[in-house]
């Protein structure tokens, strides 16, 4: 399974994302958002268009004093539904400890719909060869 750091794009995904995952247990992860390339642009990793965000109170805050450096890394906070900071977004720097991250998966297709495919895709090359 090819997995990378998860990427919200809407309001109803993060309110799934944290009704689901979360329990209140005051946890911190990390997200597939950054803005390393261009300090204060946000970006997801995946290429995904950057368009929603659920960011905590004057977050970002990008805490320049920390002597870790920037704070270039997205990562989502657990500390239950009845808190302010219950999914919200904190930027935050690379090192540092974490509970974990959120990961998303690329769906693996079923062993019939690669067959499917490859007979597809022969299928496609000999009616060409014969085209030619």
């Known amino acids: 399974m090819n997995g990378y750091l998860a990427t919200i794009t809407s309001a109803a995904e993060n309110q799934m994302i944290s009704e689901n995952l979360f329990h209140g247990s005051g946890s911190w992860y990390f997200l597939g958002g950054t803005d390393e390339l261009n300090e204060g642009e946000w970006r997801w990793l995946t290429g995904e268009t950057w368009d929603y965000t659920n960011w905590y109170?004057?977050?970002?805050?990008?805490?320049?004093?920390?002597?870790?450096?920037?704070?270039?890394?997205?990562?989502?906070?657990?500390?239950?539904?009845?808190?302010?900071?219950?999914?919200?977004?904190?930027?935050?720097?690379?090192?540092?400890?974490?509970?974990?991250?959120?990961?998303?998966?690329?769906?693996?297709?079923?062993?019939?719909?690669?067959?499917?495919?490859?007979?597809?895709?022969?299928?496609?090359?000999?009616?060409?060869?014969?085209?030619?």
Not at 75 to 90: C, V
């Open 57 to 132: 109170s004057n977050q970002p805050d990008n805490y320049g004093g920390n002597p870790l450096g920037f704070e270039n890394h997205l990562e989502i906070l657990d500390f239950g539904q009845t808190s302010h900071y219950f999914g919200k977004w904190n930027d935050i720097v690379e090192i540092g400890v974490r509970s974990g991250y959120i990961v998303e998966y690329n769906p693996v297709p079923e062993p019939t719909t690669m067959l499917l495919l490859g007979a597809g895709l022969i299928g496609f090359a000999g009616v060409r060869r014969k085209q030619q």
